[in-house]
């Protein structure tokens, strides 16, 4: 992948007897979202850390924007943006004066840094509290103003360690829109989570991690046919409903059809895919369906299916 | 060095918000030389004068050469005023209620006593509220009693005699000159005024603390996060270091001269040749926060460190005398406490006190640098270990 913005190639990275990281390899293309997801403790912070050129690997390589990355790379740093996991702010110090500070020190100069910074606190949804000191802000502000920080220099690639730790839902969810606006446009993304639903909402593709080690990555739909389970559609509705399911049972994604308790009830590949085809498929059929309802497995599931326990044992 | 730069200004604009740190580099230090230095100022001045009453109820000779050998003097020299009160009730009154300070009271019978040989005292009724005026007047009669008591040696080394001649001896021992007399152990041109030695004092032991606030925080950033984050900018790793080292010195010469200033014009201290001054002080700070870098490379958290560094700076503190003179103290501490950069530093100003030039610290300047160079020394050999996020 050529205009990949992160390659990693078989990170290994041990603190004593413990093999925090051992052979991560993945890249991130341009407007890409990666997710990491893991429990805690599976090595997706050293991993981000080797990442960011805070720690050095035992063996592997990283590259950022074409890059090496090393604890003293200069040009690789200045291509990403960092949001660690705890907050890292200054209290006393103004979302203004926090973020001046951390735009001087990226090499913006001092008229750009100015106008950077207004921009950034715009996008964090803090323009009327700039001046105020961060000690001031509540939880959720505090987060946003921590994610902000990594935006200042318009880096390449932003890396977010679990940024909604510990935010309320309002909050997160606009953490989550930002992550999605960004992406949008362009910017290249690993986001680390051990939240599925974040997952499967902003990434692209996803890297399964545990006891550090990269069990499977893929898209979304990908990972869940490593499992292979089907989904299951309950079509509820009047009409002729045998001949709806009948009707659906000729589609190509479809496994199985039937009708039980007032309802076609059809096991199919991939329900969101084919979800409209069904509809149509049952509407000509002279079904007129009222309700849907839609089973699928998910990463909770693909997680169990790999490493045998739970995403958050 | 753009970076160290940003790194200070940053880390000097959260000190100027932190009141505690404003208060420990400039408010406590002032306040404290201004309490040492103006209760001692007028006695080191000579300027003071004590109240004492004296009830005789001898009315002897030796009652009289108390008054006229040991009272006298000291009123002439303007150091003490003596009244005369008739009845110890009265004597006794005077120094209860703060009157005087302490009342001299000679019994009945202590010429004769001393004239025996005999068991003979002149007490001391001391007001509870004048410690140092009564213990001024302790040493008064104290010093009286040891020259009766030399009287008494002088007496007795000529062998048995009639009274008469027991009596002749007596008046001529005690006429005599002292043979040996007990002059000023330091020289006046190294005598620091108590104004000055406080303020000098106090502003390079609160120094110790104030530099912490620079070289410290980097486990503060460490624990908080933010010096990881550093990390991960395009920045070289020492510009950190260098940063908050930069801090400790900036923080340590701002707090030191404007103590220096501060003491000078409204205390009355008198520090010397400005640039003499200015020697001893960027010597200082660079001594204390060398030390305080070694603090913080030895301790795991900032709270350790804080305690560390507290201990470190009231040992060296006690040990160079900024508190009180260890020089007289002689021996072992004395030697000691040429090993801390408070009694050079102190030194330095003794010697500006004497009208020397700026040349005269250069000396104690070198000996507070060597300080510096081997705790600096030893702290950069485990300085990476603070640059780990």
């Known amino acids: 992948m050529n205009d990949s913005v992160l390659s990693c190639t078989g990170l290994r990275k041990r603190f004593g007897d413990v093999q925090a990281v051992n052979g991560i390899s993945f890249r ?32 592997g390589a990283v590259e950022v924007a074409g890059a090496p990355m090393t604890t003293r790379s200069v040009a690789a740093k200045a291509a990403i943006g960092y949001v660690p996991q705890d907050l890292a702010i200054y209290p006393d110090l103004t979302a203004a004066e ?137 079509l509820q509705g009047v009409g002729d409903l045998d001949a709806g399911a009948h009707a659906c049972a000729e589609l190509e994604a479809v496994r199985a059809a039937s009708v039980r308790d007032g309802a076609i009830e059809l096991i199919v590949d991939n329900a969101r895919e084919v979800l409209v085809e069904l509809l149509q498929t049952a509407a000509a059929a002279g079904v007129a369906v009222g309700g849907v309802e839609m089973d699928e497995p998910d990463l909770e599931a693909v997680f169990l299916h790999l490493t045998g326990k739970a995403l958050r044992d | 060095m753009h970076t160290a730069l940003l790194i200070a200004g940053k880390d000097l604009r959260q000190r100027i918000r932190d009141r505690s740190a404003i208060l420990l580099a400039f408010v406590v230090p002032f306040v404290l030389a201004a309490i040492f230095g103006l209760t001692l100022h007028d006695v080191g001045n000579g300027t003071v004068t ?5 009830v005789d109820q001898d009315h002897g000779p030796a009652a009289r050469a108390f008054v006229a050998n040991v009272l006298a003097p000291v009123e002439k020299q303007g150091l003490a005023h003596v009244r005369t009160e008739p009845t110890l009730a009265q004597g006794r009154k005077d120094a209860d209620s703060g009157k005087v300070a302490a009342t001299f009271v000679i019994p009945a019978g202590f010429s004769a006593a001393v004239a025996s040989g005999g068991p003979a005292e002149v007490r001391v009724l001391g007001n509870v509220d004048e410690g140092i005026g009564s213990l001024v007047a302790h040493s008064l009669a104290q010093s009286y009693a040891g020259g009766v008591d030399g009287v008494r040696v002088a007496v007795a080394a000529t062998g048995p005699q009639n009274p008469a001649d027991a009596r002749r001896l007596a008046a001529l021992a005690g006429a005599a000159p002292r043979a040996v007399t007990i002059a000023d152990v330091s020289t006046t041109r190294k005598e620091l005024d108590p104004g000055t030695f406080y303020a000098a004092g106090m502003a390079v032991f609160f120094l110790f603390f104030t530099v912490q606030f620079g070289v410290v925080s980097i486990l503060d950033e460490r624990r908080d996060g933010t010096l990881a984050r550093m990390f991960a ?157």
Request: a negative charge; proline letters at 4%; aromatic letters at 6%.
């Open chain 2, 233 to 389: 900018a395009p920045i070289p790793r020492s510009a950190v270091l260098v940063g908050k080292l930069l801090t400790s010195v900036v923080l340590g010469i701002v707090s030191m001269t404007v103590l220096a200033f501060a003491t000078h014009f409204v205390l009355g201290a008198h520090w010397g040749s400005p640039l003499g001054v200015a020697i001893l002080i960027v010597c200082g700070v660079l001594a204390a926060t060398a030390v305080m870098a070694l603090v913080a490379t030895l301790a795991k958290t900032p709270e350790q460190a804080g305690a560390w560094g507290s201990m470190v700076a009231l040992v060296l503190a006690m040990l160079g005398g900024s508190f009180f003179s260890v020089a007289q103290a002689g021996g072992v501490i004395a030697a000691l406490s040429l090993l801390t950069p408070h009694a050079w530093f102190l030194r330095g100003l003794g010697d500006l006190a004497g009208g020397a030039g700026a040349g005269a610290v250069l000396g104690p300047a070198a000996a507070i640098l060597a300080f510096a160079v081997v705790t600096g020394g030893i702290a950069l050999t485990r300085m990476g270990r603070l640059i780990e996020p």
């Open chain 1, 98 to 234: 926090n973020l001046r500070f951390f735009a001087r020190l990226y090499g913006i100069p001092s008229a750009q840094a100015r106008e950077r910074v207004a921009e950034v606190l715009e996008v964090v949804g803090l323009a009327d509290r700039g001046d105020d000191q961060a000690q001031t802000y509540s939880g959720g502000m505090k987060r946003r103003l921590n994610i902000g920080i990594g935006l200042l220099h318009r880096p390449r690639l932003l890396v977010l360690d679990e940024p909604t730790v510990g935010v309320d839902p309002q909050s997160r969810n606009a953490i989550l829109e930002s992550v999605e606006r960004l992406a949008g446009e362009g910017m290249a993304v690993l986001y680390t989570t051990h939240y599925m639903e974040e997952a499967e909402r902003l990434c692209d593709r996803i890297g399964i991690v545990d006891l550090g080690e990269l069990e499977a990555e893929g898209t979304r739909a990908e990972l869940v046919a490593l499992v292979g389970h089907h989904d299951r559609v309950l």
């Open chain 1, 28 to 59: 991130i293309a341009a407007g890409e979202t990666y997710g990491l997801l893991g429990p805690n403790g599976a090595g997706k912070t050293t991993t981000i850390s080797i990442v960011c050129g805070l720690l050095e690997p035992d063996a």
């Open chain 2, 50 to 54: 004590f109240s004492f009453a004296l």
